[in-house]
């Protein structure tokens, strides 16, 4: 069975941390490029960061310098460390891996930072 499953949101104060995790299982994660998605209250769904089978990563704008992304395929894992969070981080925050035409969503984890 597939899953993704995110892990380590919060509630946390504006200049603050938090790292999310995201699991995988039942798919060759290896082979797969990951990105973080987050999703705020009446917005639609917006791309974070990505981080490619090979390892190289990319970030929107509005984290970069801020966020990092990276991966452990031993334990088929990709994290989000996310520094000097601020009120507009707050969100739902989704890991999805793609390849070619396959591609997986997790559930979510809540992200909120007080101001």
């Known amino acids: 069975q597939v899953q993704l499953v995110e892990s380590g949101g919060g509630l946390v104060q504006a200049g603050g941390t938090l790292r999310l995790s995201c699991a995988a299982s039942g798919f060759t994660f290896d082979d797969y490029g990951v990105s973080w998605y987050r999703q705020a209250p009446g917005k639609g769904r917006e791309w974070v960061a990505a981080v490619t089978s090979a390892g190289s990563t990319s970030y929107a704008d509005s984290v970069k310098g801020r966020f990092t992304i990276s991966r452990d395929n031993a334990k088929d894992t990709v994290n989000l460390q996310m520094n000097s969070l601020k009120p507009e981080d707050t969100a739902v925050y989704y890991c999805?891996?793609?390849?070619?035409?396959?591609?997986?969503w997790g559930q979510g984890t809540q992200v909120t930072v007080s101001s």
């Open positions: 999805y891996a793609f390849l070619g035409f396959r591609s997986y």
